[in-house]
Each structure stands twice: as structure tokens, then as C-alpha cells.
């Protein structure tokens, strides 16, 4: 079965920290662009980081959360890790991610366009609560 599992949310003060990881099953997460993705109550889900196909591996970030996260993979653990730094109350959101079989310069259209109908494989996403 084709899955994502996030894990690694929950409660953290204004200026914490918290990690957030994405396993993959199913299939060779190497082979995909996997990205993370949030949505705030009332609010669109937004694009927060990806991260390349293995043999690239290049990461884009969305503005606001650049120098704050870092996105990472792990291959023989089949999993993309978001380490998430000096958090904000406006990083509240439930945290999904997702893969695609797309280079780098699409994911970066689909990304800022929001074409969200070409990523292939979603998880069930994992509330992260930045709050004192």
C-alpha cells in the first residue's frame, strides 16, 4: 500500500523547535519530490518546503519559514524530515506531506501555483500547536 506517515507534531512554545517526519511506504521515496504543506484554520493549505528527487536533492522553502526550517531525507529510512526552528504562533497549522515524480523546476510551479492535483501521494498530516 502507497502511504505517508507524518508524525513529530504537537504543543511548543513561541521560539522552540520541533521535527516532523514523513515515511514513506509503499514505494522508493528516493524517486519522488517530497514536500510539506500546512493549513491554518480558515485559511488555503500553503506550501511550505520540498525537497528533490535523491539524485538532485536540491530544497526549496517558502519565504517564510527560509533560515527557520530545514528539510531533509533519509534514505535508508525512507523518510523526509522537516526541523522546524525559533517557531512562531503563525506556524500553527496541521502539517501534511506529500510526493510527486516531478523535477524541480515543475514541483517549484506547482508549488507557487498551487497545482496540487499533480501530487501523487498525501499523508493524513500532523497538528503542530506554537503557542505559550
Known amino acids: 500500500q502507497v502511504q505517508l506517515v507524518e508524525s513529530g507534531g504537537g504543543l511548543v512554545q513561541p521560539g522552540g523547535s520541533l521535527r516532523l517526519s514523513c515515511a514513506a511506504s509503499?514505494?522508493?521515496?528516493?524517486?519522488?519530490?517530497i514536500a510539506w504543506f500546512r493549513q491554518a484554520p480558515g485559511k488555503e493549505r500553503e506550501g511550505v518546503s520540498f525537497?528533490?528527487?535523491?539524485?538532485?536533492?536540491?530544497?526549496y522553502y517558502t519565504d517564510s519559514v527560509k533560515g527557520r526550517f530545514t528539510i531533509s531525507r533519509d534514505s535508508a529510512k525512507n523518510t523526509v524530515y522537516l526541523q522546524m526552528d525559533s517557531l512562531k504562533s503563525e506556524d500553527t497549522a496541521v502539517y501534511y506531506c506529500?510526493?510527486?515524480?516531478?523535477?524541480?523546476?515543475?514541483?517549484?510551479?506547482?508549488?507557487?501555483?498551487?497545482?496540487?492535483?499533480?501530487?501523487?501521494?498525501w499523508g493524513q498530516g500532523t497538528l503542530v500547536t506554537v503557542s505559550s
Open positions: 506529500a510526493a510527486a515524480s516531478l523535477s524541480f523546476d515543475l514541483f517549484v510551479t506547482v508549488f507557487k501555483e498551487r497545482r496540487y492535483r499533480y501530487l501523487e501521494v
Open positions: 509503499g514505494f522508493t521515496s528516493d524517486d519522488y519530490a
Open positions: 525537497i528533490a528527487r535523491s539524485a538532485d536533492n536540491s530544497a
